[in-house]
């Protein structure tokens, strides 16, 4: 199954985005920012927090 179906939300950061935001990159705060608004996202369709850790 491709990432998004096992619920690996870090694997479109490290696909789009790898460099700048994952390993503490330059861009590490705005990958926070993003699974932030995910997890609420996912709280208000009330679906609890990831399985798999959405940070990369």
Known sequence: ???AQRGD???TTR????????NNG?????????VATYKRVRQCC????PSINPVC
């Open 15 to 22: 696909i789009i985005n790898g460099a700048l935001e994952c």
């Open 46 to 49: 009330g679906l609890g927090q």
């Open 9 to 11: 939300f870090a694997a």
């Open 1 to 3: 199954a491709a990432p």
């Open 26 to 34: 330059p861009g590490y705060n705005n990958q926070l920012t993003r």
